[in-house]
């Protein structure tokens, strides 16, 4: 989803004020920290309460989401059908979709029957990520709901080097659904302008309801103009419960998947290794890392919260084996001396993990530390292929995957100054290619020395460009036209490397312009 966030503050202010008087909603603490207060509905998961009784009826989740469905499904419009059309043609992506949603169906839907929301929003998650916890996507947003990092912080979706919250299943449902509620209240109840919303932003919905209202149309979600990916995501959403509803009618098979919860949470008392953490609960790190894909690296954060989920029928014995092993077991340790020149920052590079980790584990309370000074530098158990989940991991994959056509494997030195749009144009490729080789979204910052996988097209060894940045002063009688034809550039991205210059219908003489140029042509 693209969000744009400075709506954002305003709505959890008028979402928290309306809260008090409405009891269809369960409104949790701050989620950062996980505290007992934030996740009361989570910590209570495994357990049955009074909202779920008749939740107890069904065996399979689909009928237990389909009985919470308040949308408007019986809406004739061909976008509707498009998007049926293509699912009722994709009986393996729905196959892979149950499969992924196994882990999480079970408590999105109780979290959304809590809060007494549509129903239709547990298969949110599918048009968003297609339930990948890993999915990252052009506009930089990551996790099942697919939040973008600023809107992730609004939400209290802690960042940082060991943990991205917003692959966290439990604190990004509870953000997702706090954010589609309160832009539910912002568009008095119509669920369909909050979806619209939530997928390209509050600003563009709101704008498109006023270019309605001026020309005296209607300003329902089917008749507004909107992005192109924001008018095919409502249908989507639409036909996939449309589809889960009646899928005979539809001639597709919905794998069931148990009504009942599929992890537990742990609490490990400290940081620990997600491999220990994996042969205590007798199961896959893979399916640790499928239940907490918000670990970066190879262990938990070293700053908690420590809690894990874990399958729910290895939680007796992982706690068991737990409170057998000491606290020092839990994550490698190897130490270290200190030698002139070193820095918390050096260290922390050198052994894979940060300067604050390396000051709680040796209690250091600034900055500073001494040649000869022996420190305790956590590490994991096993090697880095072992982690098959973590950040490194999956960027390893991603650039070494074989890429179709004729083309050839480059990996290029970021240098300073470098922009995606220069590389990718030195190289005779898509900027959105180059950022989807390299696991990265086009507006991502680069920085120097950063390593770039490129795959370049063989059939054109010899073809190089040499792009200088050239700053041009615009004289009497310029035109973009013009200037554009002088140094061989496209109008569009005159305009685009200097947007403010641009904005009048004329130049000016005396204006300076950016331009950047292919000097062998």
Same mark, same amino acid.
């Given at each position: 989803?693209?969000?744009?966030?400075?709506?954002?503050?305003?709505?959890?202010?008028?979402?928290?004020?309306?809260?008090?008087?409405?009891?269809?909603?369960?409104?949790?603490?701050?989620?950062?920290?996980?505290?007992?207060?934030?996740?009361?509905?989570?910590?209570?998961?495994?357990?049955?309460?009074?909202?779920?009784?008749?939740?107890?009826?069904?065996? /399979?989740?689909?009928? @237990?989401?389909?009985?919470?469905?308040? !949308?408007?499904?019986?809406?004739?419009?061909?976008?509707?059908?498009?998007?049926?059309?293509?699912?009722?043609?994709?009986?393996?992506? $729905?196959?892979?979709?149950?499969?992924?949603?196994?882990?999480?169906?079970?408590?999105?839907?109780?979290?959304?029957?809590? @809060?007494?929301?549509?129903?239709?929003?547990?298969?949110? %998650?599918?048009?968003?990520?297609?339930? +990948?916890?890993?999915?990252?996507?052009?506009? @930089?947003?990551?996790?099942?709901?697919?939040?973008?990092?600023?809107?992730?912080? +609004?939400?209290?979706?802690?960042?940082?080097?060991?943990?991205?919250?917003?692959?966290?299943?439990?604190?990004?449902?509870?953000?997702? $659904?706090?954010?589609?509620?309160?832009?539910?209240?912002?568009? +008095?109840?119509?669920?369909?302008?909050?979806?619209?919303?939530? /997928?390209?932003?509050?600003?563009?919905? &709101?704008?498109?309801? &006023?270019?309605? &209202?001026?020309?005296?149309?209607?300003?329902?979600?089917?008749?507004?103009?909107?992005?192109?990916?924001?008018?095919?995501?409502?249908?989507? !959403?639409?036909?996939?419960?449309?589809?889960?509803?009646? %899928?005979?009618?539809?001639?597709?098979?919905?794998?069931?998947?148990? /009504?009942?919860?599929?992890?537990?949470?742990?609490?490990?008392?400290?940081?620990?290794?997600?491999?220990?953490?994996?042969?205590?609960?007798?199961?896959?790190?893979?399916?640790?890392?499928?239940?907490? %894909?918000?670990?970066?690296?190879?262990?938990?954060?070293?700053?908690?919260?420590?809690?894990? $989920?874990?399958?729910?029928?290895?939680?007796?014995?992982?706690?068991?084996? !737990?409170?057998?092993?000491?606290?020092?077991?839990?994550?490698?340790?190897? @130490?270290?001396?200190?030698?002139?020149?070193?820095?918390?920052?050096?260290?922390?590079?050198?052994?894979?993990?940060?300067?604050?980790?390396?000051?709680?584990?040796?209690?250091?309370?600034?900055?500073?530390?001494?040649?000869?000074?022996?420190?305790?530098?956590?590490?994991?158990?096993?090697?880095?292929?072992?982690?098959?989940?973590?950040?490194?991991?999956?960027?390893?994959?991603?650039?070494?995957?074989?890429?179709?056509?004729?083309?050839?494997?480059?990996?290029?030195?970021?240098?300073?100054?470098?922009?995606?749009?220069?590389?990718?144009?030195?190289? +005779?490729?898509?900027?959105?290619?180059?950022?989807?080789?390299?696991?990265?979204? %086009?507006?991502?910052?680069?920085?120097?020395?950063?390593?770039?996988?490129?795959?370049?097209?063989?059939?054109?060894?010899?073809?190089?460009?040499?792009?200088?940045?050239?700053?041009?002063?615009?004289?009497?009688?310029?035109?973009?036209?013009?200037?554009?034809?002088?140094?061989?550039?496209?109008?569009?991205?005159?305009?685009?490397?200097?947007?403010?210059?641009?904005?009048?219908?004329?130049?000016?003489?005396?204006?300076?312009?950016?331009?950047?140029?292919?000097?062998?042509?």
């Amino acid at each position: 989803m693209q969000r744009f966030t400075p709506l954002i503050p305003l709505l959890l202010a008028l979402f928290a004020s309306s809260c008090a008087n409405h009891q269809a909603i369960v409104q949790p603490a701050e989620p950062t920290k996980k505290s007992e207060q934030s996740l009361v509905l989570v910590d209570d998961y495994s357990a049955t309460t009074p909202a779920e009784e008749d939740a107890q009826e069904f065996d /399979n989740i689909w009928p @237990r989401i389909i009985s919470d469905y308040r !949308l408007n499904l019986n809406v004739d419009n061909p976008r509707i059908t498009a998007q049926l059309n293509w699912y009722k043609s994709h009986q393996g992506y $729905l196959n892979r979709v149950a499969d992924r949603g196994v882990r999480y169906l079970h408590f999105i839907a109780e979290q959304i029957e809590a @809060r007494q929301l549509p129903g239709e929003l547990a298969m949110l %998650p599918i048009v968003e990520s297609a339930f +990948d916890p890993f999915a990252y996507s052009h506009g @930089r947003a990551s996790g099942v709901w697919q939040f973008i990092p600023a809107t992730g912080r +609004d939400f209290g979706l802690q960042q940082d080097w060991w943990h991205d919250g917003r692959r966290d299943i439990r604190a990004a449902t509870e953000g997702a $659904l706090r954010y589609l509620n309160a832009l539910q209240r912002e568009f +008095d109840g119509d669920w369909l302008l909050a979806l619209a919303a939530y /997928n390209s932003g509050a600003g563009t919905v &709101r704008k498109a309801i &006023r270019k309605n &209202r001026r020309k005296g149309k209607p300003t329902d979600f089917w008749s507004l103009s909107l992005p192109k990916e924001t008018r095919a995501y409502v249908p989507k !959403l639409i036909a996939l419960a449309k589809l889960v509803k009646d %899928p005979a009618k539809y001639g597709v098979e919905l794998k069931p998947i148990d /009504n009942k919860p599929y992890f537990a949470i742990v609490n490990t008392g400290g940081q620990i290794d997600l491999s220990q953490a994996a042969e205590l609960a007798d199961t896959s790190l893979e399916e640790i890392y499928r239940l907490n %894909p918000e670990y970066n690296r190879w262990a938990t954060h070293p700053s908690g919260p420590h809690e894990l $989920l874990i399958p729910v029928d290895k939680k007796e014995i992982f706690e068991q084996q !737990l409170a057998s092993m000491p606290a020092t077991s839990r994550v490698k340790w190897q @130490r270290y001396k200190v030698k002139g020149g070193d820095s918390l920052l050096t260290i922390a590079r050198r052994f894979r993990t940060t300067p604050d980790a390396l000051k709680q584990a040796n209690s250091i309370r600034g900055n500073i530390i001494r040649a000869g000074q022996q420190l305790l530098i956590p590490g994991a158990f096993k090697g880095q292929d072992a982690y098959s989940h973590s950040v490194s991991q999956r960027m390893a994959r991603l650039k070494t995957a074989r890429r179709p056509g004729n083309s050839q494997r480059l990996e290029y030195a970021v240098r300073s100054g470098d922009s995606f749009w220069q590389i990718a144009r030195n190289h +005779d490729v898509k900027v959105s290619q180059l950022a989807r080789w390299n696991g990265m979204a %086009p507006g991502d910052p680069l920085k120097a020395g950063q390593k770039l996988v490129i795959w370049s097209k063989k059939s054109q060894p010899n073809k190089r460009e040499v792009i200088r940045k050239v700053n041009y002063r615009v004289r009497s009688g310029d035109s973009l036209a013009r200037i554009s034809q002088k140094f061989n550039v496209r109008v569009s991205d005159i305009r685009r490397w200097n947007s403010r210059q641009t904005k009048n219908k004329y130049l000016q003489p005396g204006q300076k312009l950016t331009l950047y140029v292919d000097v062998t042509r």
